[in-house]
């Protein structure tokens, strides 16, 4: 059985390690979009693919992505996007150019497979980013593969 005396040690030990622990988070500096770099993942989760002249652009959090066929509205993308707190307006299924970049320059922050990209191959067709050696195909729109949105901010 433990002592009162005991439980109040225990206490002060805690109460130094809370000190010291909070000590240690102050020295931290917030990631901003203004002092985040390439790969820094903000406050909400998304992900910097880029920032040049004022302008950044970021990929949304992995949490969100889905698995859909392509479409031209990817509505099961917004929703996710939705339920975790983003205003949906504000992203944008990305083209195959920004998902080749995102695998040239953050491919660990996706999964070993495909994605699609708002980018039509044809009527029946249209461009996935493949993030397990890269390249890109085109899918027919009726295959589900994962779909991940991002987005433009000023700075």
Known sequence: MTTKTELQNKIQEL????????????????IT????????????GSIVLKKENGLALLVAPKSTEVKATWSKEF???????????FTPSQWFVPTKE?????????????????????????????????????????YSKRTSTRVRAFRCVTY
Do not use: H
């Open 33 to 44: 979009i203004e002092n985040a770099s390439v790969g820094d993942t903000l406050e909400d």
């Open 98 to 138: 920004q998902l080749e970049l995102a695998y040239q320059n953050i491919p660990n922050e996706f999964s070993s497979t495909c994605y699609w990209s708002s980018t039509e191959g044809s009527a029946t067709t249209a461009c996935v980013q493949y993030f397990y050696y890269g390249g890109f195909f085109t």
């Open 75 to 85: 509505p099961e993308v917004f929703q996710a996007l939705r339920d975790q707190g």
């Open 15 to 30: 109460e130094a390690e809370l000190v010291e622990f909070k000590s240690q988070l102050g020295s931290y500096e917030e």
